[in-house]
């Protein structure tokens, strides 16, 4: 029995060191060659319909040599690979498996001789044994991959656990620093949760946040930025509808039995429908603006406002419109005195008008929404302000939105770099905004009690005694300006819009009386407000039949730069009420005496002038001389 093992015995190695490669080299070269001329024969034979079954099979036997120099040339570069394929660490196994399956014994010199008895041996034994005996370094190694595999996934474990314990002990650490962050004004909590609910917000009003927000923490400390609505509706706005088919399938005959009850009139529907155009955004993003309180003059003065004065803006996107709008407030630490004529100096409709020249908030700045209103039966968004805020133009940049007019697009995106252009230019002229009608509040208390406030800086601007004075100070509306006979000049220039405040005042000095219709521009004081005058004094006089009533409107609306003050020149007005008092005197002084009237002069001279009259036109000296104290011509 051994001895019929050991004849038995086939190792690869020992053949392939027999081989010489010079000779498979050379058998392989010459099988090449018979394989082309046996291929070209059998399609010569193909194409005249010939079947030559000879030359087929000697053909195909070629494969086979192909198979052994293949595996030779394999064995070869494996110089050092473990043991033979058939003899394992085991020779107990390879002897059994060679029991079970025999193989025809084949002598070696007769393998040598016959190419095609040494590719089927091959064939036949080596492909049934190598896959049943395993390599003993491969099984050493897939042990240690298995050890290996269950310490990393113990260590995962470990740090899973430590993890978990991680968490509460880190939300316990952020809630006992509230106190200290909200101390040192350090709010990171409140911060990140703004930051996760800004993800929800609309392109505009996420550019508006992401802008105004760099914005506060790089150069102005007293803008706060905030993110007001319901974040779980927002997110429902993106969520796809469920599907509902049962519920309609379920209800559909109770509907065609209802139809005719219930069925909307054309206006529920338009109804309907315009709501749904003006939605809004459930989320919106507020601005508080922060300034000092500015005294009567402008400055930071202790006897003037709180420093908590605060300008609160909610900007508002209509996502069927893609238009943004705002709202204003205006909050004051401490209350204000209570003026009549200052109503509309804080009101939210008319406190951002003009912001920027021209923008008047009461038209939408997207062309595509004009097509849109047509549909649903809306004439103008200025019905609507009053509820869904201003669309202005400058809050359209703030969101990054741009509607060009010359070439409409089909859709605008939210840019941010328009967005960051406009920041801090638009922030400083609300802040200015906000001032100035504070500034102008707290003068018009003054004014409808007959005081004209004159600051310490501008004393030097008149004389020390002045005997007219302001006696009424009220609000107009802008038809009862317009219906004035000494006011259409200005209107015809365009100066008066309806967009702007529009006041009178009544100067008194014994029985003349002058009227004062003015034009308050939204710009105050960057833009000067414009008065016209008429003199009720021995009949009715105006700068359309009297030369000095149309100097003295020169002197405060042309001559205005000289009654600034100091910048930020809020006591403006103040000032061009007081420059009417003084040159009212002055009028009224330099009249010629009527000799028919007895009695003394109703006005005596107490001005100093230099000339009484001047040139054909008989020109008054209007303009007043500091130190000397005397009154000049221009």
Same mark, same amino acid.
């Given at each position: ?69 293949? /595996?030779? &040339?394999? *064995?070869?570069? #494996?110089? @050092?690979?473990?043991?033979?394929? =058939?003899?394992?660490? +085991? ?71 430590? /993890?978990? &314990?991680? *968490?509460?002990? #880190?939300? @316990?650490?952020?809630?006992?620093? =509230?106190?200290?962050? +909200? ?86 529907? =338009? ?364």
């Amino acid at each position: 029995g051994g001895a019929v093992e050991d004849a038995r015995y086939y190792s690869e190695e020992s053949e392939v060191d027999l081989r010489d490669p010079i000779k498979d080299y050379e058998l392989y070269r010459e099988t090449c060659q018979e394989l082309q001329r046996l291929m070209a024969e059998i399609q010569e034979l193909k194409s005249r319909g010939i079947k030559e079954n000879v030359r087929r099979a000697s053909w195909c036997l070629h494969f086979p040599g192909f198979s052994l120099l293949n /595996l030779g &040339s394999g *064995q070869s570069l #494996l110089g @050092s690979s473990e043991g033979s394929w =058939l003899l394992a660490a +085991e020779p107990g196994v390879g002897a059994d498996l060679l029991r079970e399956e025999p193989v025809p014994f084949v002598e070696h010199s007769t393998r040598m001789s016959f190419p095609f008895s040494l590719s089927v041996f091959h064939l036949q034994s080596v492909p049934s044994c190598l896959p049943l005996i395993p390599s003993p370094r491969l099984a050493e190694k897939y042990k240690e991959c298995l050890t290996s595999k269950e310490k990393i996934l113990k260590e995962i474990e470990v740090k899973k656990e430590y /993890l978990s &314990s991680l *968490q509460p002990r #880190l939300n @316990s650490i952020m809630q006992a620093s =509230l106190p200290v962050q +909200e101390y040192l004004f350090m709010p990171f909590d409140q911060a990140h949760k703004q930051y996760e609910t800004a993800r929800h917000l609309p392109p505009p009003l996420y550019v508006l946040f992401v802008q105004a927000s760099a914005y506060g923490q790089a150069c102005d400390k007293k803008l706060v930025v905030a993110i007001e609505g319901s974040v779980e509706e927002a997110k429902a706005l993106y969520k796809p509808p469920e599907d509902s088919q049962d519920d309609e399938s379920d209800s559909d005959a109770e509907e065609e039995q209802t139809t005719k009850r219930r069925r909307p009139t054309l206006g529920v529907q =338009l109804d309907d429908k315009r709501k749904e155009m003006l939605k809004r955004h459930p989320l919106s993003v507020t601005l508080d603006l922060k300034c000092k309180g500015e005294g009567l003059w402008g400055g930071t003065a202790a006897q003037g406002l709180s420093p908590a004065n605060v300008l609160h803006l909610t900007f508002h996107y209509l996502m069927n419109l893609n238009v943004m709008t705002v709202k204003a407030k205006v909050t004051t630490a401490m209350e204000m005195t209570t003026a009549i004529s200052a109503g509309d100096l804080l009101s939210p409709d008319s406190l951002l008008n003009c912001l920027y020249p021209g923008d008047h908030g009461r038209k939408t700045p997207n062309p595509a929404n004009q097509f849109q209103f047509d549909k649903v039966g809306i004439l103008t968004l200025s019905d609507y302000v009053t509820e869904l805020g201003h669309p202005y133009v400058w809050v359209q940049k703030l969101g990054g939105l741009h509607f060009p007019k010359e070439q409409p697009q089909h859709t605008v995106a939210a840019d941010n770099s328009l967005s960051a252009s406009h920041m801090e230019l638009t922030v400083k002229l609300l802040r200015s905004r906000l001032q100035s009608r504070l500034a102008l509040h707290k003068q018009f208390a003054s004014l409808e009690h007959g005081v004209v406030p004159v600051s310490s800086e501008c004393q030097q601007l008149f004389p020390t005694k002045i005997v007219s004075r302001l006696v009424k100070w009220t609000a107009i509306p802008y038809e009862d300006y317009a219906e004035l006979p000494y006011t259409k000049d200005v209107i015809e220039a365009g100066l008066a819009e309806d967009t702007h405040l529009y006041y009178m005042a009544l100067i008194e000095r014994g029985t003349a009386k002058l009227q004062a219709a003015v034009v308050l521009n939204p710009g105050y004081s960057t833009l000067p407000p414009v008065f016209s005058l008429c003199l009720n004094w021995k009949g009715e006089r105006n700068s359309s039949n009297d030369d000095n009533i149309r100097a003295m409107e020169s002197e405060v609306n042309v001559y205005y730069k000289e009654l600034w003050g100091p910048k930020p020149g809020y006591q403006l007005l103040t000032n061009q009420l007081q420059r009417l008092c003084m040159v009212l005197d002055v009028y009224l002084e330099t009249e010629p005496h009527d000799p028919s009237v007895e009695g003394p002069k109703e006005f005596p001279q107490e001005k100093m002038c230099l000339r009484l009259v001047r040139g054909p036109l008989r020109l008054k000296p209007f303009k007043f001389n500091y130190p000397q104290g005397f009154f000049s011509h221009r």
